[in-house]
């Protein structure tokens, strides 16, 4: 994994999943709240992507400008962000409009029987 990343398993643990995860969590929660686009999702996680190859070369010695490595960051804090975006907006199109949808799962919902959407 070292040959991926540029760093090793504890720092890519520490730093991509656990500070630059909640950074993503944070994130997708603020746009969904927001009725902001899905889009804007790609532009912040890039964005977070470089913030987490800064701060692992800075802190950890990590390499600076590995492709596979940024790679690889920014599709984990992408799945998070992806996440934690949905699920807001799903909680947030039921509890705004409960006559007209209900929950399918944590990441989807539908419209009711008999409700004109």
């Given at each position: 994994m070292e040959a991926i990343t540029g760093t090793s398993t504890g720092v890519t643990i520490g730093m991509t999943v656990i500070l630059m995860g909640f950074c993503a969590f944070m994130t997708g929660q603020a746009i969904a709240n927001t009725w902001r686009s899905v889009h804007q999702l790609y532009a912040y996680s890039l964005l977070l992507?470089?913030?987490?190859?800064?701060?692992?070369?800075?802190?950890?010695?990590?390499?600076?400008?590995?492709?596979?490595?940024?790679?690889?960051?920014?599709?984990?804090?992408?799945?998070?962000?992806?996440?934690?975006?949905?699920?807001?907006?799903?909680?947030?199109?039921?509890?705004?409009?409960?006559?007209?949808?209900?929950?399918?799962?944590?990441?989807?919902?539908?419209?009711?029987?008999?409700?004109?959407?």
């Open positions: 992507g470089l913030t987490d190859r800064f701060l692992t070369y800075a802190l950890f010695e990590g390499e600076l400008l590995s492709l596979s490595g940024y790679i690889f960051d920014t599709v984990i804090i992408f799945a998070i962000m992806s996440a934690a975006f949905r699920v807001t907006k799903v909680n947030k199109m039921l509890s705004q409009y409960p006559w007209l949808y209900e929950r399918v799962g944590p990441f989807g919902f539908r419209a009711r029987e008999g409700a004109d959407v």
